[in-house]
Structure formats: structure tokens, C-alpha cells
């Protein structure tokens, strides 16, 4: 897939942009790339982008990522870079490994828990 186009200094005040000079890399095993500049994550992987705005896929553990590219990459109840965190109204289940939405039922048990812990 084609990374930015080359950027060189002309001059400090206007540098030329090499529209014809496209580094280009291999598409990487967890990616799906369509051609040009565009990549997507695979199912199980996270689109990000290193310093200089590149995309970059990383693996994600099986179960939080749905791929893609953009804000909507987690699986429902999971956010924040490889999607690695419980979205805010979830909590992490008792395995460990997953995330669950939190219910009315619950959260008024943990405010019982802490209001019998306070008297």
C-alpha cells in the first residue's frame, strides 16, 4: 500500500510535495488493503498510526477487535487503542477476559456493599 508522499524541502518556506514518489510497503498478514493509501485492520487487529500519521495494524486479543479503520474498530463494550478497555457503562467480567455491560441490579449492589461498609 502507498504511505504519504515524499516530502522535500524546496526551499524553508514552501517545500514540494512529490506527488509521483509514493513509498510504497507490503500489506501486512492482519491487514486488508485495497490499493493507494487505503488499509484496514482484519478482524481481531487495531488501525492505528505511528508519529508520522502512517497507519500501523496491531493484533488484538481474539474477541475485542472487528477491524476496519476509524473510531468504530471494538467490539461492543470495548474502547482506547487495540480496544483493550471496557467502555465507559461496562466492566470487566470475573474471567478476565471480556466485557460486560453494567446493569441497574448490579450497580445498586455495589452501592449496598459500600453503604453497609461505611456504618
Not at 13 to 26: H, K, N, S, T
Not at 41 to 70: H, L, N, P
Not at 82 to 89: H, V
Request: charged letters at 20%; a negative charge.
Amino acid at each position: 500500500y502507498a504511505l504519504q508522499p515524499a516530502v522535500f524541502p524546496h526551499t524553508m518556506a514552501a517545500p514540494v510535495v512529490a506527488e509521483a514518489l509514493l513509498l510504497c510497503r507490503e500489506c501486512e498478514d492482519n491487514a486488508e488493503c485495497s490499493g493507494g493509501a487505503s488499509v484496514e485492520a482484519s478482524k481481531d487487529s487495531w488501525r492505528g498510526k505511528d508519529r508520522e500519521g502512517t497507519a500501523v495494524i496491531y493484533d488484538c486479543f481474539i474477541g475485542q477487535c472487528k477491524g476496519g479503520a476509524g473510531d468504530d474498530q471494538c467490539e461492543p463494550g470495548r474502547t482506547g487503542p487495540t480496544c483493550a478497555l471496557c467502555s465507559e457503562g461496562w466492566a470487566l467480567a470475573s474471567s478476565g477476559t471480556r466485557c460486560e455491560e453494567c446493569s441497574a441490579d448490579v450497580e445498586a449492589a455495589h452501592i449496598s456493599v459500600i453503604v453497609i461498609l461505611l456504618l
